[in-house]
């Protein structure tokens, strides 16, 4: 096959992946688009193991795809949608490892490379191995299997800073010596790379998870693209350029909706373990100004002593309810109680009432966890909105119910300064008529800041314990 | 016009091309998006193919098929929960024809 055609039939491949992307912007499309993007990638795979010599790899091309083949039926089946974060992670980190292969290979057994395809091999072996690891640990994390708090080593900045370093020198270095044992540097270089991926991810915490999975799918398909440089292969350099360009993107649409800067995460900065700031000091503040805020929509205005509501209270709220928002958090995914919600929903919507779900952009563990969580349970998406759709609506709803949220709708990133998530913009759950929350105890929420709501006010109910007795309450009074 | 700017070229189209079209897709399928995107990532495994294929040692041999495996899973993994997980959103009306 003539490079021309292969250039040919690689543009029209890399066509039909982003036709296959653009079908993804409609719900309605999506399932088709995603199918025309694995089609062109097999199209792809066909061709390559057309216009390869296969003479002497066979045996050992054939045993890969099969063996990588029988694994991943297996893992799509046996993976749960609450698990699927760390199956992302788990995907980014394989993905960031073979291209650190494809790039010590290449180093390895293609004759006589110039300078450009040594650089870009070695800096795809760089970032395949920073991939790899930083997505084993953020897997593991999201998989309980690592402390959830960010680890920081003493000295861990210098640290990083050092293997870093070593990446950078080593990426020079091989190019400007190409014979004096190339495969040796790059292995070293590798494993500078997977030193810094793993300093870099544990000392992210768990509530900046979906940045950190969201940027790793980006450095994946970096990775990718970079290794198509070294070898020469145009349709590797285009999908993984866009590839890399999707997750920068999620990573800014992250930032953005907690109003994190990608450094700070990064590198740590404003980034401190989450136990140090217990919003102790910021805590009075909002709860003032949200006394003072129920006073305009509550009738009852006594901040001294409000009858604080109990559960005898859950069959009048709930029927004189006419407007009502659900706010899903990770805790019901925890307490599997998607099924008990969907009910509670179905439930409102016999009795004649609105009933919208508010998800935040950072609900649950990564970007859009949340709508396919109760996706899942057949709960229809044009019921469930964004914050910014739906944030103005909270003052003229009757009630509230949150399911095991807690930072989401936490007022306290509004005032608590110094706190992880001060500043980070929240759904105003607080500005609601009344407000029941369904969480399992008081205690801080995965970013590990006192939530004001919790402090006993009028119209906030606290339903504590498992969500799904916390629904079946909710179910016997709706 | 040299490969190398060829390649760096195609690289900048891509980015662009991508960024602009995943701008237009909702946060609703974002972790959809997100797996597919992954499962794309995987087209490492032509060049997985192409060393393995050349490659003249054994330890090369195994090496790349590690990698065989690593790109394959990435891939078919990644297609296979994106559609799992696709096939799940149901809109009101479907969804009342779909339940009864």
Redesign the interface.
Known sequence: MSNTVYYIISALL?IG??YG??L??D??T??A???V??LC?LA??VV??LR???Q???V??I???A???L???F??IK?K?IQ?PQ??GL??G??G??????A???I???PNQNA?ELTTAALAMAVGAITFSGSLVAALKLHGKMPQKPVVLPGHQLLSAFSILVVLVLVVLIPLRPNANSVLLCALLGIAGLVFGWLFAIRVGGADMPIT??LL?ST??V???I????????????????????????TQ?MCRAMNRKLGAILFGGANKPAPVPKAEPAAPAPLAQETASDTVIEENPEKSAPALPTESDLPQWLTEARKVIIIPGYGMALSQAQEKVKQLSDRFQQTGKQVRFA?H?VAGR????M??LL??V?I?????F?MDDINADFPQTDLVIVIGANDVVNPAANTAEGTPIYGMPILDAGKAQRLIICNFDTKPGYAGVDNPLYAGQANVLLLLGDAKASLDKLLANA | MS??I???L??????????K????????????????????????????????????TLL?????????????????????????????????K??EE??Q
């Open positions: 890399s992946v982003l992307i653009k993804m912007s719900v309605k999506a399932p688009g995603n199918r993007s694995a990638m792809a795979i390559t193991l390869t010599d296969l002497r790899g066979l050992f091309i045993l890969g795809l063996i990588g083949s694994l991943s039926i893992m799509t993976v949608m699927m199956m992302v995907l980014n394989l993905g490892l073979a291209s650190s292969i494809a010590i290979l290449t390895a057994v293609i450009f999975i969201s799918n994946s398909g990775a990718a693209a290794a198509g440089m070294a070898l020469g292969d145009v349709l590797l350099v285009a999908v993984g350029g866009i590839v890399g360009s999707s997750g920068l993107l999620l649409i998800i952009p990564m970007p859009g966890h709508n396919v996706a899942e057949d229809p998406y044009d019921l469930l964004e | 490969r190398e060829i390649l760096i195609v690289f900048i189209v891509a980015t662009l091309l991508g960024y079209l995943i701008n237009a897709v909702p946060s609703l399928l974002h972790t959809p998006l997100m797996s597919g995107m992954n499962a794309l990532s995987g087209i490492t495994l032509l060049g997985v193919i192409a060393v393995t294929a050349a490659a003249d090369g041999q195994l090496l790349g098929v590690l990698g065989l495996v690593a790109a394959v899973i990435n891939v078919v993994s990644g297609f296979g929960v994106t559609d799992r997980m696709l096939r799940m959103f149901k809109g009101g479907a969804h779909a339940g």
